[in-house]
């Protein structure tokens, strides 16, 4: 029976194991195909199999050439890799082995040099599972090293498994053992090196200290704060870099190699997710007051490509293998046409609900008139009223015009309009009784915010970030009311843009041990934009009474990194609300945040990153954005601030990109579509995290603990 750290090892790459077999190259045939190359070219064409980010090539049967071309990879004098002598010779060096063992030791599941490289390389982190699959290892430290590192991560296949060099020497297979005795390498130090590495990776491995380049954030934690350092995966980053079909981001380091030996493989461009809070919209949207002629029912939102292509989908009779799939693409195409239809009749919508507008508006029609200041509205005259002048705009279109009054389209189109007025005005009209108090933040002006708040995804706002900016806007509002908590929030996005540059080198500032820091330049991902926060309070007392302008004082100043500003002052905007129960809150949305996305959670957590990827492909509603972070080890006291701290990963969950007119239907609760909730922090807790609103019991639930 084998041990219990081999055993994992050998099933490393068991469930790829049929896929991988039939795509990958065996060594063997590579070697024949570089024969009549010239020597640079044929070191090159040898080396590339073997980086990491290549695709892995079959070693079995050519167990001597393979470990051979990994040691001559690791000499600098090497001309051909394949050169048997020249590996001998380097295997007797003293040298070669005493690197062996310190890389060795080095080698880690989870990169504390991620992103700043400046971080002491005596800090490393291997997160073993006490039964299992072992993960994938990395190596960081000193970049003159950088060649042991690939030797000792360098993966390939073989027998139809994925392996290293590790992996063989720890399974002390039959094959490989001749193949380096061959290499001069004894039976004796075979087994003395095995036992090395058995000692090495028989339990998991954690720095005593943190360093003072490795980030620290606080997290309430029971009755005092606790101090978390996120890290990469060196297994998730490896697998992003093999991404498609999805945009991507390159971050550039000046200084590979001193990352790690992943970033080194790529030439320091590391490939991140990057994805937007507005999806695919790239218009920006005016606020009310800004309003003009041709914004009211706007052709062009009828005509564009995007809208052409859509009815083309509606009309055309298409056969599906099964009713299940023509059920599902109707369906995603009725929903997307109901946001064309919202963003086409919404400002008119927002005037009839805004008091600010007052009088005749110039330009409008008699029915359109009449729709924005009659009280009651005749919601099916109205919308065969706009169904007419739907079709009439696509008689004018050049490639819309075959779609008017087309026999598939007409009565869907007229359908969809009631369908939408009825749900709009509804929530205008309808009546709750509900005690709860929301306090909204309207269009923060939010400038430099750091993107870059995971390793895996860039451009999405941490939803674990904003609970920090309101647990500080709870502490601050607590000073003025003291019965008042924050139970849960929403996220609205309005307008959004990113750049990425390099951040210059800070001038040298004493650290906390009064060391000289040494500047470096590293890459970054920042954003701007305009963002809406919705928050619900928990109130032990029922006649607590708000004052918007000091909830305006007790606002942070700043938001993931960024500064927050209010609105311009030209625009005339008053920036914070107070809403009570949901209906009032519904037409607050209505009239003021019509545009743009909210940014909403799935309900499917639980899921690897890996599943998430999947589920993104052909779905634009759906992001992924950092909701949290997975302790790796447990509680324990160290050197900083809070004097209990944990290594940790960041966690990134699906989200949801819904427009205003999908969450404000009168069926669902408007919390539980919208709102997020921090989960409190247990005895045996290995997560902090927020999650979806999951209802009334989980509240009552909530309600009970606090």
Request: proline fraction near 5%.
């Amino acid at each position: 029976m084998l041990p219990r750290l081999l055993c994992p090892i050998l099933d490393m790459a068991t469930a790829s194991r049929h896929g991988r077999e039939g795509r990958s190259m065996s060594l063997q045939d590579t070697l024949q195909a570089v024969k009549a190359l010239k020597a640079k070219e044929r070191y090159d064409a040898l080396k590339k199999p073997f980086e990491l980010y290549s695709e892995h090539v079959d070693v079995t049967g050519s167990e001597l050439a393979c470990l051979t071309i990994l040691v001559n990879l690791v000499s600098k004098d090497a001309v051909e890799l394949e050169d048997l002598r020249h590996a001998k010779h380097v295997l007797k060096s003293d040298e070669f082995w005493g690197k062996f063992s310190k890389v060795a030791s080095q080698l880690h599941t989870h990169n504390l040099k991620w992103p700043d490289s400046r971080v002491n390389l005596k800090h490393h982190i291997r997160a073993l599972p006490e039964i299992g699959v072992l993960p994938k290892f990395g190596w960081s430290g000193n970049s003159g090293d950088y060649r042991f590192g690939r030797l000792l991560t360098s993966t390939f296949i073989w027998q139809g498994l994925e392996h290293s060099l590790i992996s063989v020497w720890l399974g002390d297979f039959v094959a490989w053992r001749k193949a380096a005795y061959k290499l001069g390498i004894t039976k004796v130090f075979w087994y003395q090196i095995k036992r090395d590495l058995e000692d090495l990776f028989q339990e998991s491995h954690f720095p005593d200290v943190v360093d003072s380049y490795s980030p620290e954030l606080q997290f309430p934690y029971k009755d005092q704060y606790l101090t978390v350092t996120p890290v990469a995966s060196h297994e998730t980053q490896l697998a992003i870099q093999h991404v498609t079909g999805l945009p991507m981001h390159s971050l550039s380091f000046p200084h590979p190699s001193a990352l790690g030996v992943l970033c080194g493989s790529l030439g320091g461009h590391v490939r991140l997710i990057r994805l937007s809070p507005l999806g695919n919209q790239n218009v920006q949207r005016s606020s009310l007051g800004s309003l003009s002629l041709k914004n009211y029912l706007n052709p062009y939102v009828l005509t564009a490509i995007p809208a052409i292509n859509l009815y083309r989908r509606i009309v055309d009779v298409r056969t599906y293998s099964s009713l299940r799939l023509k059920r599902r693409a109707r369906l995603n195409a009725l929903n997307t046409l109901d946001g064309i239809l919202a963003e086409w009749v919404a400002p008119l919508v927002q005037v009839k609900l805004s008091s600010n507008v007052d009088g005749r508006i110039d330009g409008l029609g008699a029915e359109e008139q009449e729709f924005v200041e009659s009280s009651s509205v005749d919601i099916e005259e109205f919308s065969r009223y706009l169904n007419r002048k739907l079709h009439g705009v696509l008689e004018l279109g050049k490639y819309s015009r075959k779609f008017s009054y087309h026999q598939r389209l007409v009565g869907v189109t007229q359908k969809r309009l009631a369908s939408l007025l009825r749900r709009l005005l509804l929530a205008e009209t309808q009546s709750e009784s509900n005690n709860t108090t929301f306090i909204i933040l309207k269009s923060l002006r939010i400038n430099e915010a750091n993107g870059l708040n995971n390793p895996y995804v860039v451009g999405m706002p941490s939803i674990i970030g904003l609970y920090g900016f309101l647990h500080r806007f709870e502490c601050q509002l607590r000073e003025i009311y003291a019965d008042i908590s924050v139970d849960s929030f929403a996220l609205h996005c309005g307008e959004y843009s990113y750049h990425a540059s390099n951040n210059l080198p800070a001038p040298s500032i004493p650290d906390k041990e009064m060391r000289i820091k040494r500047s470096g330049i590293t890459p970054e991902f920042k954003f701007d934009g305009k963002f809406s926060i919705i928050v619900k309070l928990h109130c032990l007392t029922d006649n607590a009474v708000l004052d918007v302008e000091q909830i305006k004082a007790a606002v942070p100043e700043r938001l993931w990194g960024g500064s927050v500003h209010p609105p311009y002052l030209y625009e005339n905007t008053e920036w914070a609300a107070i809403a009570y129960g949901s209906a009032d809150l519904k037409r607050y949305l209505i009239r003021n945040l019509f545009f743009g996305n909210w940014i909403t959670p799935e309900g499917e957590d639980g899921l690897e990153l890996r599943k998430h990827l999947e589920k993104l492909n052909g779905k634009n509603e759906l992001s992924l954005c950092l909701v949290g972070y997975k302790l790796l080890e447990k509680v324990k006291p160290r050197s900083v601030v809070s004097g209990i701290h944990a290594f940790c990963e960041p966690v990134v969950d699906l989200c949801c990109l819904k427009q205003t007119h999908k969450v404000i239907k009168p069926t669902k609760s408007i919390e539980q579509e919208l709102f997020w909730r921090y989960v409190p922090v247990t005895q045996n807790c290995t997560t902090l995290r927020v999650s979806p609103v999951c209802g009334e019991t989980h509240a009552a639930s909530q309600s009970a603990e606090l």
